[in-house]
Structure formats: structure tokens, C-alpha cells
């Protein structure tokens, strides 16, 4: 079972950038496509990018062009390079396996976006 570890959020005002990464356990890393999800108040969780074992990656519409994500599979690693940051991108954000996640999830890192 992979276990996940989410880090790089913070405060940061519209237009800024943040650069988020999930580190991973577990020697079966590169053989998973993985996926970052976001969870804003009052709203269900959603897929905003993911990175296939070879790399491919797709983004939800609202970030696309904004959002990049890479993965490290020496590192055990993925991350989210967001730019061009909206008050509407405030949630909490976690990495999971993708496009269906796994059970487990970590505990997340928080993304404020002010106006």
C-alpha cells in the first residue's frame, strides 16, 4: 500500500505561484499513474491534474495552462507547479493514484489564494 505525504501549501495571493509535492512510500511508485486532487469548502473532491507511469499528463479545465505536474520515480515523488493563482483555487490539496484513487489518503496541504 502507498503511503502519501503532502507538502508546499501556504498563503499566497492571486497571481502568485506555489509548488506542492507528495512524496510516496513504497518501491512500486513508477508503476502507478498518479493524480493531484483538490478539495475546496462545502465541495466534493476533484482531480485537477494527472501524470501517467510514462509521463502523460491531463489537467481538469480549470487549471489547464496554469497547473504543471511531474513526477521523480527515483524520488518517489510528484508535484504541482501552480501558477497564475485564483481565490478559486483555495482548497486542500492531496495526491493519490489516478484517475481512481486509492483508500488511502494523506493528510493533505492546505492552498490559500487571497483577493
Known amino acids: 500500500q502507498v503511503q502519501l505525504v503532502e507538502s508546499g501549501g501556504g498563503l499566497v495571493q492571486t497571481g502568485g505561484s506555489l509548488r506542492l509535492s507528495c512524496a510516496a512510500s513504497?518501491?512500486?511508485?513508477?508503476?502507478?499513474?498518479m493524480g493531484w486532487y483538490r478539495q475546496a469548502p462545502g465541495k466534493q473532491r476533484e482531480l485537477v491534474a494527472a501524470?501517467?507511469?510514462?509521463?502523460?499528463?491531463k489537467y481538469a479545465d480549470s487549471v489547464k495552462g496554469r497547473f504543471i505536474i511531474s513526477r521523480d520515480n527515483a524520488q518517489t515523488t510528484i508535484y504541482l507547479q501552480m501558477n497564475s493563482l485564483k481565490p478559486e483555487d483555495t482548497a486542500v490539496y492531496y495526491c493519490?493514484?489516478?484517475?481512481?484513487?486509492?483508500?488511502?489518503w494523506g493528510q493533505g496541504t492546505r492552498v490559500t489564494v487571497s483577493s
Open positions: 501524470i501517467s507511469r510514462g509521463g502523460r499528463t
Open positions: 513504497g518501491s512500486t511508485f513508477s508503476s502507478y499513474d
Open positions: 493519490n493514484l489516478a484517475p481512481r484513487a486509492g483508500p488511502s
